[in-house]
C-alpha cells in the first residue's frame, strides 16, 4: 500500500510539471519562473493591489512545482525560489481553499517554517488563496503577508479571492499564448517539411514528364505523321493531358511553399497587379481597374495571390457579358484588406467553404481550365499572413474575394 501511494505521489508531480510546461513555465529551473513581459507586468500590478486593500507589505504570485514555490510575480520582496519543503503556501494550495493566519508562530502548520522561524524570513501575518483553473489544475497561489500579526475584514478576504481569478486569467493567456507558439513552431516544421517533399516530388516527375512531352513534340514534327490522322490525335492528347500534369505539378509546388519564410513589408497593390495583369496580358485590355492601397505583406505571395485571382477571374467569366475585374482595399491602423471582384459566373453560397479546399473543382459546363488549388492557395497565404479570405457575390453578378492583411509592427 505504501508503495502504490508513492508511486501515486510521484505520477502526481510528473502531472503537475507537464502541466506547467504547457502553460510555458519551466518547472525544472532553480531560478524565478518568468512569464512573457506583458503578463509579469500585470501579475505584479495585482499582487500590489491585493496588498493594499490587505493592508499588507508583502505580496507574491507563487508557482508551486514537484520541487521548488517559484514567485513570478512580487510586490514589498524580490522575486525568488525556495525549495517546495520550505514553502508555505505549499502546505496548502492543494486543499484549494483560502487561508488566513492572523499569527503563524501559534499555527502548527506554519510554526517551523523557516519563513517563520526567521532562518528565511520572519513572517507572522499570513493570507493565500490557491489559484485554480476551470480544469481543476492548482499551479499555486496568491499570497499577501507581514512580518507583523493582523487580521483580515471578510470583505478583504473577498477581494483577495476575485485578484486571484484575475491572476488565473493571465495565467490562461500565458498558456494560451504558449499553445500558440507550439503550433506554430510545429506548423512552420510542417510546412517546411511539406515544401521539401513536393519539391522532391514535383523534381522527380517534372523530368519523366518534359521528356515525354519532348517526344510528343517530335513526333508531332515528324513528316510520316499526317495532320488529321488518328495519330495526330491520340499525340495531341497525350500532350494536352502532359501539359495539364506539369501546371498541376506547380501549383502543387507553390501551395506546398505558400506560409514558407514570409518576409512582409508594405508593397504597392497598384505596382504588383501591374506585374500581374502584364504577365497575364491583360494590361492593356481595359478589363482591369486597379485602385492604389499600401499592404503590409511578403510581397512574392502577394503576388501569387493577385495571379491567382486573376487568372480565376479570367477563367470563370460569364459569356453574357464582357470580362471587368477590380482591385482596390481599405486600410486602417489593424491593417488592410484587399477586394478583387469580377463580373463572371460567381460561386453560390453553398459551394463557398467547399472551394477554399485544395484539389476541389466545380466543373461547371463552360468552365476554363484549373487544378483547384488557386482559392486555396490564395486561403493560405491570407492565414499565412495572420489574416483571412472570405468570397461573396459582387454586385450585379461575380464573385468578390476579400483578404484581410493585419498592419505591421
Known amino acids: 500500500m505504501a508503495h502504490g501511494q508513492g508511486q501515486l505521489a510521484f505520477t502526481d508531480e510528473v502531472s503537475r510539471d507537464l502541466t506547467l510546461r504547457e502553460y510555458g513555465l519551466d518547472p525544472s529551473l532553480d531560478s524565478p519562473l518568468l512569464p512573457n513581459a506583458a503578463v509579469l507586468s500585470a501579475l505584479q ?24 514555490q517559484h514567485q513570478v510575480g512580487a510586490w514589498g520582496v524580490d522575486p525568488g525560489v525556495c525549495s517546495r519543503e520550505d514553502s508555505m503556501c505549499a502546505k496548502v494550495f492543494l486543499s484549494r481553499e483560502k487561508t488566513v493566519v492572523p499569527d503563524a508562530t501559534l499555527d502548527p502548520r506554519f510554526a517551523d517554517s523557516p519563513f517563520v522561524t526567521g532562518e528565511i524570513g520572519n513572517v507572522r501575518f499570513y493570507a493565500s488563496v490557491p489559484l485554480q483553473t476551470d480544469s481543476g489544475f492548482v499551479p499555486g497561489t496568491l499570497c499577501v503577508f ?14 483577495l479571492e476575485v485578484l486571484a481569478r484575475q491572476v488565473v486569467e493571465l495565467l490562461e493567456l500565458q498558456h494560451r499564448t504558449a499553445q500558440l507558439d507550439r503550433t ?20 522527380d516527375l517534372r523530368i519523366p514528364l518534359t521528356t515525354i512531352l519532348g517526344y510528343v513534340e517530335l513526333v508531332e514534327d515528324d513528316p510520316d505523321v499526317q495532320t488529321g490522322t488518328s495519330t495526330a490525335k491520340y499525340l495531341d492528347k497525350i500532350g494536352a493531358s502532359g501539359r495539364r500534369m506539369l501546371a498541376m505539378l506547380e501549383d502543387v509546388l507553390s501551395y506546398s511553399r505558400v506560409g514558407g519564410g ?29 485602385q492604389d492601397l499600401a499592404v503590409y505583406a511578403d510581397r512574392g505571395q502577394l503576388r501569387t495571390l493577385l495571379q491567382n485571382l486573376l487568372t480565376n477571374a479570367m477563367n470563370y467569366r ?19 484588406t484587399v477586394y478583387v471582384a469580377d463580373n463572371g459566373k460567381g ?15 466545380l466543373r461547371r459546363p463552360g468552365d476554363g481550365s484549373g487544378s483547384g488549388l488557386g482559392l486555396a492557395t490564395c486561403s493560405s497565404i491570407a492565414k499565412a499572413h495572420g489574416g483571412d479570405l472570405t468570397l461573396s457575390e459582387t454586385p450585379g453578378g461575380g464573385l468578390t474575394v476579400a483578404v484581410s492583411f493585419p498592419a505591421g509592427l
Open 146 to 159: 507581514s512580518d507583523k500579526p493582523q487580521e483580515l475584514r471578510p470583505e478583504q478576504v473577498g477581494m
Open 318 to 336: 460569364s459569356p453574357e457579358r464582357d470580362l471587368s475585374i477590380s482591385i482596390g482595399g481599405v486600410a486602417n491602423y489593424h491593417g488592410a
Open 184 to 203: 506554430y513552431a510545429e506548423l512552420r516544421d510542417s510546412n517546411a517539411k511539406l515544401a521539401g517533399f513536393a519539391g522532391r516530388v514535383s523534381h
Open 45 to 68: 500590478n495585482l499582487v500590489r493591489l491585493a496588498t493594499e486593500l490587505c493592508g499588507a507589505p508583502f505580496g507574491v504570485v507563487n508557482i508551486i512545482s514537484a520541487e521548488y
Open 262 to 290: 514570409i518576409q512582409p513589408s508594405y508593397s504597392s497593390l497598384r505596382e504588383v497587379a501591374g506585374e500581374v495583369s502584364r504577365d497575364l496580358g491583360i494590361d492593356d485590355d481595359g478589363i482591369l481597374d486597379v
Open 347 to 361: 460561386i453560390a453560397p453553398e459551394d463557398r467553404a467547399k472551394v477554399l479546399e485544395p484539389l476541389v473543382r
